[in-house]
């Protein structure tokens, strides 16, 4: 968990209020996995706290971070240039679990990203990628929701990823009209349909889901992971002080008992949650 003054090789307005920020830190980016984090130090003598930012992406000794410009800490830092530096402690957190449940065997990834979800989603896309059998004809899924077609972010980084990119809109502008939840369990109400005409070597393959957004949306995730007898790991959004688990500031009940999202997630197997 180094704390590092990180050069900042890039900070540009990817749409609308939506910010990338790439800087160089090469002793993060050798212990970083995705679905862990970032506390980004402000520098403003009103906000005493750090801010937490999913890692998005890694290249060479580049890391990359996105983030809406909502308050003062993200409007501070969408005013920073190249050159600048930023202190960082990280990573901080766990990860998903995608070694073990990834692309192993008959397990077919699918992402569900609502809104800033797609923020840590993209880093394990990455990583499935280059996890994933050369030879496998399987293509991965992933769900991107939204509020409108202006508020989609990262299509273009997933296809490029060579995943099968799916879009749901609140308003339907683009893609399915419904929330992403909504789209997941259309996708997987086919999936069964298919499974109960199919072969039995077809029947053996199934869907591992790895999600984040808002808490509604999570809570949705798991209803439905249950229903069709999915395993699901999910990255909770919570508001962070420390995020080293000193201040038990962002907690989530779970089966064990309230569990730090900063320390003992942010991501959780859904299952484990209580919602």
Known sequence: ???IKAKIVYNKKVKENYWCCVFNAPEVVKKASPGQFLNIRVEDKELLLRRPFSIHGIQGSGLGIIYEVLGKGTKYLSRRKPGEYLDIIGPLGNGFDYKTQGCQGTMVPVLVAGGMGVAPLFFL????????????KIQNVVLIGAKTKNHILCEKEFKAAGFDVRI??????????GYVSELLE???????????????KDAERSRGIYACGPKPMLKEICRISRKYGLSSQVSLEEHMACGIGACF??????KEGYKRVCKDGPVFKADDLIW
Do not use: Y
């Open 168 to 177: 749901a809109t609140d308003d339907g502008s683009r893609g399915f009209k």
């Open 125 to 136: 896309a990455e990583k499935l990628r280059e996890n994933q059998n050369p030879k496998s």
């Open 186 to 200: 259309k996708i997987l109400s086919a999936d069964l349909r298919h499974v109960q005409s199919a072969s039995s």
């Open 249 to 254: 500031g962002c907690v989530a009940e779970t």
């Open 1 to 3: 968990m180094p704390q």
